[in-house]
Nanobody, 115 residues
Framework: EVQLVESGGGLVQPGGSLRLSCAAS????????MSWVRQAPGKGLEWVSGINSAGGTVYVDSVKGRFTISRDNAKNTLYLQLNSLKTEDTAMYYC?????????RGQGTQVTVSS
């Protein structure tokens, strides 16, 4: 059974930083591309960033230069470093297998950017 457990969210002021983690189990993590998606209050799911099994990364334009996705295959863990946070980054953040935003995901971790 695929399990994805996100953590690391919180309340942060604009310009602050957070590091999100996603602990994966139930599949061969190192063999799969992974993505982070988010859902802001009252809005639909948005793909944020992805990393392939070889470590290549892609980002949505709105987070380029501010967010960094990475993975530790030895720990079966996906990360998202969030820097220079903006109020519009406020959302529930989820990790998913692959690139499809509607793929099964965990419970998410809430990121709130507010002064």
């Amino acid at each position: 059974e695929v399990q994805l457990v996100e953590s690391g969210g919180g309340l942060v002021q604009p310009g602050g930083s957070l590091r999100l983690s996603c602990a994966a189990s139930g599949f061969v993590f190192s063999s799969y591309d992974m993505s982070w998606v988010r859902q802001a209050p009252g809005k639909g799911l948005e793909w944020v960033s992805g990393i392939n099994s070889a470590g290549g990364t892609v980002y949505v334009d709105s987070v380029k230069g501010r967010f960094t996705i990475s993975r530790d295959n030895a720990k079966n863990t996906l990360y998202l470093q969030l820097n220079s946070l903006k109020t519009e980054d406020t959302a529930m953040y989820y990790c998913v297998k692959g690139w499809i935003i509607t793929n099964p995901r965990g419970q998410g971790t809430q990121v709130t950017v507010s002064s």
